[in-house]
């Protein structure tokens, strides 16, 4: 295939561009003088996920070696390997010609039929994209999230099992945050592209970081799936009293930061920012005590780097809305995808 | 009197026995009198945490207390990478049966009032007991399982840059 892309590279080419809404992919495919999205579903829809950029990059005089091999499918908004046509989800490559993957679904526990539930036949197909479904579902990493009855889950069953092959439920989830790692910033630390998703749409996107300064092989945050608990916790007023270091209390769900309370609650915002929401691991290998939280004083903590949690910086505009969206549901995180491997 | 004599030479005998066999210490050590905490029970979590101190002793003898929250887990254990912690960094030392150590805090994620980063020097005894350190009001043991946090890692490359070889 292809090297992978360098940050800096990929937001050159492809800052300028979005992906097509849902609507927008349907219309694209209806014969013409035809009113777009009456509601009839078009004859193929596996052809939906087949649209590239490559003509609006074009006509804005933007071609260059770059784009012609690095263009994304507008629908889906995954990068297409212009030799073989395959989409990269993540996971695996789609292709979008066929509606199909071109690898089974895979774990990084072993699993039999990996995502699969005996009670739902059709996830039984390794191979299938969103259920054959993809007018009404979306597939950001590969693994099949998608909304079901209005909530993000995992296909099949969303059943993981943990290091001692116990069985874990996973929860509905309202939301999905997903982070793909897309390089290193001066730091050191790993950067990531965030897209929000709220049900099947692109809520808010931005950019994050994890890792250690000028240590990138340590302290990032592990690639793999997590979950914020619907709940708020209340802000922090002192430091935890079974702590002798000034060390706050540590949250399980999410916790807004309000400075103005008193000279203690200024401190931890000048840590962690105005709010931060716990990343609870599902893989419990992956625990770290990983939080979603900013960076927003002038303390060490707010040099574009962390100890192992996912930061956004000082851009609010995702957890504000992860807050006041799905402040009193379970939120889905599914991180560094792009760089998962299958055992 | 002469068994007088022995006893006595016996007993200083066994003590300089005593003293040889302290060992220099290595790795991390957990305080062991913490409070431990479960998670909320619906995130269905195999896990407990607890606020805890953690001294590292390296093998080049430098030094790191650090104060945070340690989660437990079926096969792990780690030092929570989002909750708040304080670090403070030195050197140790091993004179016969007497563990020394010199450190300054070097890092907190929430501030103190008043408080200025690195803190002035402090030294500290710590006593041998057995498997368990003594240290300040607190009871240290051997966690091997802390042995490979990232943490430390990044705390003695950090150091190495900012103070230099020659502190340690």
Request: glycine share 10%.
């Amino acid at each position: 295939m292809f090297a992978p892309f360098t940050a800096a590279a990929k937001e050159e080419t492809f800052s300028a561009f979005a992906p097509w809404s849902a609507d927008e992919c349907i219309s694209a495919f209806e014969p013409e003088g035809k009113k777009a999205h009456q509601g009839v579903a078009p004859q193929n829809p596996a052809l939906h996920q087949g649209i590239t950029w490559s003509n609006s990059t074009v006509a804005l005089g933007l071609r260059s070696l770059a784009v012609e091999n690095r263009i994304r499918s507008r629908c889906t908004g995954k990068e297409r390997d212009a030799e073989s046509g395959l989409d990269m989800f993540g996971a695996r490559y789609y292709g979008s010609s066929l509606g199909r993957f071109m690898t089974p679904d895979w774990s990084s526990r072993p699993s039999p039929v990996p995502y699969a539930s005996v009670a739902d036949p059709q996830t039984l197909n390794l191979y299938s994209y969103v259920l054959n479904n993809p007018l009404s579902k979306t597939d950001p990493n590969g693994h099949d999230w998608f909304d079901v009855d209005g909530k993000w889950q995992w296909q099949k069953g969303h059943v993981y099992h943990d290091a001692d092959g116990n069985a874990t439920k996973a929860k509905g989830y309202a939301g999905l945050l997903v982070a793909e790692a897309t390089g290193t910033n001066k730091q050191g630390a790993t950067t990531y592209k965030l897209t929000l998703y709220d049900q099947n749409k692109v809520a808010a996107t931005g950019t994050g970081f994890s890792g250690n300064n000028n240590y990138a092989d340590t302290g990032a945050i592990k690639v793999g799936n997590y979950q914020i608990l619907g709940r708020f916790d209340a802000p922090p007023t002192a430091p935890n009293p079974a702590s002798s270091d000034n060390n706050p209390p540590p949250v399980y769900g999410y916790q807004k930061i309000d400075p103005s309370i008193n000279p203690y609650a200024n401190a931890v915002y000048q840590a962690y920012g105005p709010m931060r929401a716990r990343l609870n691991p599902l893989d419990p290998s992956g625990s770290q005590g990983a939080y979603f939280h900013g960076q927003f004083g002038d303390a060490f903590h707010s040099e574009g780097w962390t100890h192992g949690c996912l930061s956004y910086g000082r851009d609010t505009t995702m957890i504000d809305y992860m807050s006041s969206h799905f402040g009193n549901t379970w939120t889905g995180v599914s991180v560094g995808t792009q760089v998962e491997k299958p055992q | 009197m002469i068994l007088r004599y022995l006893c006595l030479a016996l007993c200083l005998l066994g003590n300089d026995s005593l003293r040889a066999q302290v060992a220099p210490p290595s790795g991390a050590w957990r305080q062991t009198n913490v409070t431990w905490k479960k998670p909320p029970a619906e995130l269905e979590l195999k896990q407990r945490y607890a606020e805890a101190r953690i001294l590292y002793f390296s093998p080049d003898q430098r030094f790191v207390l650090l104060a945070g929250t340690v989660i437990q887990g079926p096969t792990s254990e780690v030092i929570s990478g989002g909750d708040g912690r304080v670090v403070y960094f030195g050197t140790w030392k091993l004179t016969g049966s007497s563990l020394h150590v010199e450190y300054r805090l070097v890092s907190r994620t929430v501030a103190k009032e008043g408080e200025t980063i690195p803190g002035p020097v402090q030294s500290e005894d710590v006593r041998v007991r057995g498997s368990t350190l003594l240290f300040q009001k607190d009871r240290f043991s051997r966690d091997e399982k802390l042995d490979g946090d990232d943490e430390f890692k990044i705390i003695l490359e950090r150091e190495s840059v900012r103070q230099g070889p020659s502190s340690h």
